[in-house]
C-alpha cells in the first residue's frame, strides 16, 4: 500500500456475478475484501456457487498488487444473518484500524444481502457505499426468450417461490422539511444570481412559510429585528446546513453554495408541492421538535450521489 494513503477496504457478496466484485477492487485499489457467500454442505448447487467464489478469488489473485481476501461462508438469503455480518466487517475492520476506508458493494450478491448492506452502511460512520451499474450482459436479447420464458409466455429467472418473509424494520428519519426547502431557495437564488445575504434569505423564507421565529414581537426594538433575524438564520439553517455537509463558502467566502451533497438532498427529498405551500408562517414551529439522525441521511446521500 502507498505510503500515507488510508487502507481501503471492501464487503461484498457472490452469488453469480464476478466482475461486479472484481471491478470494483480494482477501481478503488482495494487492500482487503471481505466476501460472503453461501455453501450448504451436500447441496445440489454448492459446486456452481463455489465455481464463482472461485473464479472471483482467482481473478483478484491475478491482479498485479497484493489484495487480502476473506471469505465469509454464510446464508446470503436471510437479511437478518446479512445484516449482522456486514455490521460484524465493518465494526472488526474499524476497531483495528479507525482510519480505514470501508466501500460497501450493494450491486452484488443477494436481494437481502444487498439491502441490509445498504443499511449496515448507513449505520456506522467511515463507510462509503457504492453500486456497480451493467455495461453489457453475458445474455443476448435473441437469447432472452429461450432462457426467460415457459410455454411462450415470459416467467423469468425465478419459476416458483418459497412463502414470503417479513424483514425487520428499521425506522430511518429523513430531514426536517424546512431545512431541505431552504436549502432549495438557497439554490435558486444563486442559479438566479440574486442575493443572499441573511436579510434577502430570511425574506424568502417568510415568503415561503418556513420562517418560524417570531421575531417581529414587540419587545424587540424595531432596529434590532434584522440582526436579530439574522442571528437565527445563522442558528436554525446555515449552521445546521454545514453541519450536515449540505454547503459551503464559496471561493471568496461571501456566500454560501451548496456541496454536492447538498444538491442531492434537493433533488431527493420533498421534490413535490410543499404542505407549506400556502400555510400560516407560524407552522412551521412544530419542525424544531421532528427528530433527526444526521448520519444516517449523510449516508443516503452518499449512496444517491454514488449510483448517479
Avoid at 60 to 71: A, G, L, P
Avoid at 241 to 263: A, C, I, M, N, Y
Wanted: net charge negative; glycine share 4%; charged share 25%.
Amino acid at each position: 500500500m502507498p505510503s500515507g494513503r488510508k487502507k481501503r477496504i471492501m464487503v461484498a457478496c457472490v452469488t453469480f456475478e464476478t466482475v461486479k466484485v472484481t471491478d470494483p477492487v480494482e477501481y478503488y485499489e482495494i487492500n482487503k475484501v471481505h466476501i460472503i457467500h453461501y455453501l450448504k454442505e451436500g447441496a445440489a448447487k454448492a459446486g456452481t456457487y463455489a465455481a464463482f467464489y472461485d473464479r472471483v478469488v482467482e481473478i483478484i489473485d491475478d491482479y498485479s498488487r497484493d489484495v487480502e481476501v476473506v471469505e465469509h461462508n454464510e446464508r446470503v438469503s436471510d437479511f437478518g444473518v446479512m445484516l449482522r455480518t456486514v455490521l460484524s466487517i465493518i465494526q472488526s475492520e474499524k476497531a483495528e484500524d479507525p482510519d480505514c476506508e470501508i466501500y460497501i458493494n450493494v450491486s452484488s450478491g443477494s436481494p437481502e444481502y444487498a439491502a441490509a448492506s445498504a443499511i449496515a452502511a448507513m449505520m456506522e460512520e467511515g463507510t462509503i457505499p457504492f453500486s456497480v451499474g451493467v455495461r453489457e450482459y453475458t445474455v443476448s436479447d435473441d437469447m432472452i426468450e429461450d432462457l426467460y420464458y415457459m410455454e411462450g409466455k415470459p416467467v423469468g429467472l425465478c419459476k416458483a417461490t418459497y412463502e414470503p418473509r417479513a424483514l425487520p424494520t428499521y425506522v430511518i428519519d429523513i430531514p426536517p422539511e424546512y431545512l431541505v426547502r431552504g436549502l432549495r431557495i438557497l439554490a435558486e437564488r444563486n442559479a438566479a444570481k440574486l442575493p443572499v445575504s441573511s436579510r434577502h434569505m430570511v425574506e424568502a423564507l417568510k415568503s415561503a412559510g418556513l420562517w418560524f421565529r417570531d421575531t417581529e414581537r414587540s419587545d424587540v426594538p424595531p432596529s434590532k429585528v434584522k440582526q436579530v433575524e439574522a442571528v437565527y438564520y445563522q442558528r436554525d439553517f446555515t449552521y445546521r446546513w454545514s453541519t450536515l455537509g449540505w454547503v459551503k463558502r464559496d471561493e471568496h467566502g461571501r456566500k454560501f453554495v451548496l456541496t454536492p451533497l447538498g444538491q442531492n438532498a434537493i433533488d431527493t427529498f420533498y421534490v413535490k408541492r410543499s404542505a407549506f405551500d400556502g400555510a400560516d408562517v407560524h407552522r412551521c414551529s412544530v419542525l424544531r421538535r421532528l427528530p433527526f439522525d444526521n448520519s444516517i441521511t449523510h449516508h443516503l446521500l452518499q449512496l444517491n450521489r454514488n449510483s448517479v
